[in-house]
């Protein structure tokens, strides 16, 4: 990554394959958009089992807060509050005018799934599109 921090707490398990997603998906937005405003990115896991996260962003840093799992769907989430969309396996996109984030100010969001497990009842879904959707 160019000109930002990317950090991981030492017991993130999950950390090369967020790194990967973040180079795939995040660092295109980041580099035409927020090349000024985020300057680091922290990825912290809490105690426990929850799915659980949340998303904060302040004085010029993004930091992500949840179990390996629930850091792998806050990313997913906070690229989707970007503008992403993951509509199948062939087809994602960047919707720039979607974007839902104000990076002038501080702010912080918080998401707990209302269900322990979600799934689809397709056939041979891809599960890589699966936990970007919110699926387990």
């Known amino acids: 990554m160019d000109n930002y921090i990317l950090k991981f707490d030492s017991n993130v398990e999950s950390s090369e394959f967020l790194a990967e997603s973040l180079n795939k998906y995040f660092y295109k937005f980041w580099k035409e958009n927020l090349k000024e405003k985020v300057q680091k990115l922290n990825f912290v896991k809490t105690k426990g089992e929850s799915e659980r996260f949340t998303v904060s962003f ?67 879904v891809n599960t890589e599109w699966a936990i970007k ?4």
Do not use: M, Q
Request: proline share 3%; charged share 25%.
């Open 133 to 136: 959707n919110g699926l387990n």
């Open 58 to 124: 302040s004085k010029h840093e993004l930091l992500f807060y949840g179990s390996d799992r629930g850091l792998i769907y806050a990313l997913y989430y906070f690229l989707e509050k970007l503008g992403w969309r993951f509509f199948n396996p062939n087809c994602e996109v960047l919707l720039s005018n979607k974007c839902l984030l104000n990076f002038d100010s501080d702010f912080e969001f918080t998401f707990e799934p209302k269900f322990e497990y979600r799934l689809s009842l397709w056939s041979d």
